[in-house]
């Protein structure tokens, strides 16, 4: 940076160069910055101050601007702002001389962060509903299969695979519309804003919000050049997903180590051990299952390190942003991950067998109380008896005979057994939202189609920004 | 819990009962347990289960539940919903019997935590907009007032106190926009969803679901009784919260701190020290600046509990409602504190005078390329070399003989003073979003409306609650 | 606080007084601020600044200090310092009005928490010995008792349960010396600091060191007054404890969990469900599970908060003792309710049955390398083989013919069935510190005299503790 | 991996190897790698299971490793374990195909972890006094300049720069013994622990671990194989380190950034604004503040991901890794960057200037009580509203008719002026600790001598494990 020696003596020894250099992590942003670049020679031609033809070789450098000399720059240039601002100044000088007029590395840095987010957005919400097919086809396709529910990690109630993995999509849904939520206040351009205060530069803020695709402005510029409250906004949504997701690999780690296996994958998923030749590790869902820790460490990052800012931007601020891709490429890769596994996803031989018959014993007792025989809290310890007796190895008869001494009828003694099979029990299911296998079906169609509608606003989202940088880049109009 | 005795021999040792009672954490949704329950027996009236008698003799007992009965309560009885039960039991027995039918702790627990949030979320709302009016009244009041804006925390532009203040309010507006987002996702019912995957207890989950205000049912019986991602969505809305709480106490602590102070509060919101008696401590903005370490630790608390769930409700989550409680009510107090502190705030003796003059070199350097004299780069670079002979002590006229030296033309050099004048260089200002005052004005403006919705969204949703609890407590319809 | 109107006008109002007055969390400290006061009136003694009649009914009014009082002062007294200070006032009006003479809040609190922290290691360690005891003694119980040994969450080796009982032991002990080394840090007087550079009162800052336990001074007086690098000490050694628990809890979870239990606890440590009467849930280790995310909670927040620290004391530093307190008083009921626990631990019907076979596979390898007959890798792969044969069902005999075919002698065709019983695997094991009961045996021996010395230390600590304080408030010597 | 064919059926598909695969991580512990398997194979040569040519000709294909075969491999190989076996299978297939006879990825790793480990932390504390050798002299050089002390970030006391400097210096060498007190723990030899419990293979394991440098062996082979208490350890060490340089970081911002400046720097620690031509930002101070935040996300990741472990050895813990390597990196880099700053630093021309005189007034009233004039409290008042008339701006010829006026004797009132001069106030202090100029140089020289122990244990640990290295992976001995 020439300009460096007007204000300042010396150089800077490399190795402190680098400590402040943000050179690696730019290379997320490099086409998001090229085109904030676009967008701003735009300005100028409008206001002027370069002419059609500066402005036709200015962008024609910027389309043809090397990937990789950002690996290659000298750290002294400390950001991709200097180094695309050099490659111009070489290029075409007229452009390159004057392309910090009313343009700040504050404003502009925040600008093509807000583009990189709002791009991971769309394309997590499209990795996230590929995760969420493969989770509801399956349900569908298991709807009926028994399954145990447990509380407590304890067998609770007989249930079906098909409401199990539903119960993961819907979680799982929502959490990309959570993410989703965020884009608003992402996509909001802070072009214009000036280093701090605004610029006495005649920018349209507005018409560059237009050509890089933006909804509109973060109006108030000392919060547009140091804000970063919408990348907040952004890791809360990558934290929701990471839940959803760290839950589901812990499921399907268990699932897959119970003994019989409840749930299992093609081998494609399993790692065997280099000394224990008998070993067959889930060791993608393992590895997916470490994502909350991930995203939950870059979100501990990211807020103390924006947080106390005083003042408008400060360089604190460049040290937030590698959480933010870190937190986002996990994320994405996990979701891909994920979904392939799911797709090999089938019942292991434990799923339809291995139902604690006690676990129907809840809705015995609300059938004792429904037909008016006991109150709940009577029936309720009677059950609770019965499952002491079962537990202990009692038999099906002893059980029944102390019903009978208890003062149970005939019938209510005889209804014992039904509901000692989970398939029946699941059946007794009668509100909405159970895991009975017609409710579960009715609600994947409703999760199916919002499913639909999310992948349907993240392609949409994708296309119009890939146009809308097209264009900003493309030639004079 | 005499039902204990069915299934499990002995007693819990107190000390042990206390380790796992969540009776003082409960206090808090206390009001929202008796809500559910008398929802809950509502939904047995409906089925004909009670009778008309019963339940207005239950909601009777229900709206006379001394509330200082958790306080005393047997640890043993372990949680808040035991407590009532017991109440209804020794108060109204045909109800307290049965009032486990077709309800678990964990779909009713469940539902009185997104109560209890819901209700939050409209207070933390309330309160908000009663801090951001008076950060806006006093930016419409001290929209012309001069102000120092600095970047690095240095000196960077002249700007305007208004201007400032209004930064922190839009980007309050924002974080409660976000915190009233949360408002839908968790405003909806797990009622009727039984322990884990359905009940065959009737109920009808819709009616339940009005009769207590919510908008809709959470579907899925398993997400219903075990998610809490509801509640992670709170808190991410507090962190957005918290992080402009603690940026503006940030602020404030720094500009008291000054020499000479840029602004100055009410003694009543300073301490001075125990045995250094000049002192005046910023207390109330140091004790407001820890909140955002405060809701970050919670956060951390809570996601990590959580995560990993497998199955359905686990003890866990109950450890995973005090920091829901704990994080709320720190923000709520905190708003009010800061409300009333900015209600005092007035420019202190350095906001006019202690703008650096050499801040307004930069639209100084946008003029000379603006009106075609100098490439931007060669500006900054003559710029720079001005800041550094007047940072050294360098009289004006020995800048202008340099900058004549240099080559600039005599209107450009005497330019230069008017650009060392703060308030004119505000006037340059050229974009929307400006420090600028009118600009200042024009978007404090909208600010205002966005905070009147706001307002009027957070009252309506209180006022309807408290109708809603009332009808549900009240007299059978 | 009657000095405050010399320097600031007006009353704080109560609600804000309330928001930031630390008397709350005050209480833990109280008999240490007391000790506190004894040494400060003991050092005006020694300078002849008061008479010894003065000291000793001011010590009496120390001792007498009503514990209720801190709970009934007005908010505006700001903290227990003050409070302390108005009791002696009105009781001893010639100590209490000079008892910040030399002495500031900020070496005053900081030298109470450091007292309070160095007894909280010291119970901690006690109560963490407490743990390690039962599980040393149903270690060395169960040392010959098979148990399936787990990576992946997969069955991987052989083992006994006693080998797994001494592992979490072995890790509790270091967890607990890593707490103890933090004493020495903690234990250091930072009394006679001053405010933050010094004072002119000469006090023998080593000397009311002595009077208080203290190990020394913490020399630099900007670092006595503001530094809490002692109490992130102590919250790491936490972490470390918390760890371990959480570590241990997951396991006795799923442990009691397995189908069927490999351990189990007697009925006391479990509950059963208000709905579900089957349940048998192991509350106690749900909630001890919860361990590390409390303490990392609170590590992530004192960390946040004590963290860009600007000169000597800020309030800041106020709301970083919650955090001690909490993370303290949590591990230390989780050590207590664990160890109640432990001591009725008893190996499930799971534990001597349910260990795979194919687990010795990795044995067997061994040995058909050891004698020569396969290199490493080719035995690894033909166990492998093996694996998945019996896995699919094979017949024993038609895995030897597999075996014979592949040109495996006799001796090493019989062999196999040896390495498929466990309890001739765990005999094989050749190394220090495996599985085999013997070694076992060995080793927990060790940890024994380990876990002696630790508790000797912690129970001495506490003695010479409890002497220096009754000597300090006692009479005049 | 050509055996995991024996267990499992089907290729990874390259994107999910990917996924699952560590070898980017890896590369930092590729010395110890090597190292690690030169030792294991020492062991099967002292066992007689390989010759010494065979095992000479492998420690050949070890030292002869290409490093960038990490790079290029196969992600199916998982991780540097199985790249090294592949090596040395291709180069001398009698020790590769035994490699994993008694030693598997489990133990290995952990070995190579703690090797790393305890060498980051030899390297650390030397960085470290390579920070401490700076802030010494320049503490030294500056202990008589006087420095204004803050506390509540308001001048609070006369001090002196010297006294500032040793306070960090102080913290700084108290971080590093915290952080060198965990080498002990980390240095201790998983190896020969087997997978999980131990191994039929007789590895002298006391042997080995005399072969690689450790201090003894971790004798629990669960706990070897499995546990990461020791890498815990080490991030709360380097969090202690964090905090140091983030504090020292923050006020070295703050003190360039007073107006006029309290310290400086040489203009390579600065950086200017590519559109602010006056600006000169602190940028290296504000890179290095992050330092707590970034560790602090570390440790939060890596303290979930290894928590609730069930078993031994999961793939979480593979993820548990890259946190350490990037915690200590960042530190290492960090404490030169600082080290390389605080060489140039001086006092700026505020330093001795802006000292506010009201400080003094503490002693002042210290004085009266000392003297015998007033109680503390009295004379506390007494100087409160001194300060409030000099804040006021009053003369002092006012303020002294007002203390006259209160009763003060004509010395007492001449007195104040000398308690407003504050080189004459920082001569009164008269404790150990305090800010006075001979006190700060004598408890300067404590430190030197601190420092000096440290960094010969670190240049001396350094040294030994580099000769050990050489040792193990030399010639057959």
Same mark, same amino acid.
């Given at each position: 940076?020439?300009?460096?020696? @007007?204000?300042?003596?010396?150089?800077?020894?490399?190795?402190?160069?680098?400590?402040?250099?943000?050179?690696?992590?730019?290379?997320?942003?490099?086409?998001?910055?090229?085109?904030?670049?676009?967008?701003?020679?735009?300005?100028l031609?409008?206001?002027?101050?370069?002419?059609?033809?500066?402005?036709?070789?200015?962008l024609?450098?910027?389309?043809?601007?090397?990937?990789?000399?950002?690996?290659?720059?000298d750290?002294?240039?400390?950001?991709?702002?200097?180094?695309?601002?050099?490659?111009?100044?070489?290029?075409?000088?007229?452009?390159?001389?004057n392309?910090?007029?009313?343009?700040?590395?504050?404003?502009?840095?925040?600008?093509?962060?807000?583009? %990189?987010?709002?791009?991971?957005?769309?394309?997590?919400?499209?990795?996230?509903?590929?995760?969420?097919?493969?989770?509801?086809?399956?349900?569908?396709e298991?709807?009926?299969?028994?399954?145990? &529910?447990?509380?407590?990690?304890?067998?609770?109630?007989?249930?079906?695979?098909?409401?199990?993995?539903?119960?993961?999509?819907?979680?799982?849904?929502?959490?990309?519309?959570?993410?989703?939520?965020?884009?608003?206040?992402?996509?909001?351009s802070? &072009?214009?804003?000036?280093?701090?205060?605004?610029?006495?530069?005649?920018?349209?803020?507005?018409?560059?919000?237009?050509?890089?695709?933006?909804?509109?402005?973060?109006?108030?510029?000392?919060?547009?050049?140091?804000?970063?409250?919408?990348?907040?906004?952004?890791?809360?949504?990558?934290? %929701?997903?990471?839940?959803?997701?760290?839950?589901?690999?812990?499921?399907?780690?268990?699932?897959?180590?119970?003994n019989?296996?409840?749930?299992? *994958?093609?081998? !494609?998923? *399993?790692?065997?051990?280099?000394?224990?030749p008998?070993?067959?590790?889930?060791?993608?869902?393992?590895?997916? %299952?470490?994502?909350?820790?991930?995203?939950?460490?870059?979100?501990?990052?990211?807020?103390?390190?924006?947080?106390?800012?005083?003042?408008?931007?400060?360089?604190?601020?460049q040290?937030s942003?590698?959480?933010?891709?870190?937190?986002?490429?996990?994320?994405?890769?996990?979701?891909?991950?994920?979904?392939?596994?799911v797709?090999?996803?089938?019942?292991?031989? =434990?799923?339809g067998?291995?139902?604690?018959?006690k676990?129907?014993?809840?809705?015995?007792?609300?059938?004792?109380?429904?037909?008016?025989?006991?109150?709940?809290?009577?029936?309720?310890?009677?059950?609770?008896r019965? !499952?002491?007796?079962?537990?202990?190895?009692?038999? &099906?008869?002893?059980?029944?005979?102390?019903?009978?001494?208890?003062?149970?009828?005939?019938?209510?003694?005889?209804? &014992?057994?039904?509901?000692?099979?989970?398939?029946?029990?699941?059946?007794?299911?009668?509100?909405? @939202?159970?895991?009975?296998?017609?409710?579960?079906?009715?609600?994947? @169609?409703?999760?199916?189609?919002e499913?639909?509608?999310?992948?349907?606003?993240?392609?949409?989202?994708?296309?119009?920004?890939?146009?809308?940088?097209? %264009?900003?880049? =493309? =030639?004079?109009r």
């Amino acid at each position: 940076m020439a300009f460096r020696k @007007g204000r300042l003596e010396g150089e800077v020894p490399e190795r402190v160069a680098r400590y402040i250099s943000s050179l690696e992590e730019d290379e997320e942003i490099l086409d998001e910055v090229l085109a904030v670049n676009a967008a701003h020679l735009r300005s100028l031609r409008r206001m002027g101050l370069i002419s059609d033809d500066v402005l036709e070789r200015a962008l024609g450098a910027l389309r043809g601007f090397p990937r990789e000399a950002l690996r290659t720059a000298d750290p002294r240039l400390e950001d991709v702002h200097m180094v695309v601002e050099e490659h111009l100044r070489s290029e075409v000088p007229e452009a390159g001389e004057n392309l910090a007029l009313g343009k700040s590395r504050n404003d502009a840095v925040s600008a093509a962060i807000r583009m %990189r987010v709002r791009r991971f957005i769309a394309e997590l919400v499209l990795s996230g509903t590929g995760l969420a097919e493969p989770l509801l086809s399956k349900a569908e396709e298991y709807a009926e299969t028994l399954f145990p &529910l447990h509380t407590h990690e304890q067998p609770a109630a007989p249930g079906t695979l098909g409401f199990v993995l539903s119960c993961h999509a819907s979680r799982l849904l929502k959490a990309l519309r959570a993410l989703a939520s965020a884009y608003g206040e992402v996509n909001a351009s802070p &072009l214009g804003a000036g280093p701090v205060g605004g610029t006495s530069v005649p920018h349209d803020r507005l018409a560059i919000a237009e050509d890089l695709g933006f909804d509109g402005v973060v109006l108030n510029a000392l919060e547009a050049s140091s804000s970063r409250d919408f990348a907040l906004a952004f890791l809360c949504g990558l934290l %929701r997903v990471s839940l959803v997701l760290t839950d589901l690999a812990e499921e399907l780690v268990r699932y897959v180590s119970q003994n019989p296996p409840l749930l299992d *994958f093609d081998d !494609a998923f *399993f790692s065997t051990s280099s000394i224990m030749p008998h070993k067959r590790n889930p060791v993608v869902a393992e590895v997916a %299952r470490t994502s909350l820790s991930r995203v939950l460490g870059e979100l501990v990052r990211f807020s103390v390190n924006v947080s106390r800012r005083f003042g408008g931007y400060v360089l604190d601020l460049q040290e937030s942003t590698e959480p933010l891709w870190r937190a986002a490429r996990w994320t994405l890769e996990t979701l891909e991950a994920m979904a392939e596994m799911v797709r090999t996803l089938r019942p292991g031989p =434990g799923a339809g067998t291995s139902i604690d018959p006690k676990t129907g014993l809840t809705e015995y007792a609300a059938w004792l109380t429904l037909t008016g025989r006991l109150t709940f809290r009577r029936a309720h310890l009677l059950c609770g008896r019965i !499952a002491s007796m079962l537990h202990s190895g009692a038999s &099906l008869e002893s059980v029944e005979a102390y019903l009978t001494e208890s003062g149970l009828d005939r019938e209510a003694v005889a209804k &014992l057994r039904e509901f000692l099979e989970p398939r029946r029990v699941i059946g007794t299911y009668a509100v909405i @939202g159970s895991s009975r296998p017609d409710e579960v079906r009715r609600s994947i @169609g409703e999760l199916v189609r919002e499913c639909g509608e999310l992948k349907a606003w993240a392609t949409d989202r994708l296309r119009f920004e890939e146009e809308r940088r097209a %264009r900003v880049l =493309g =030639g004079v109009r």
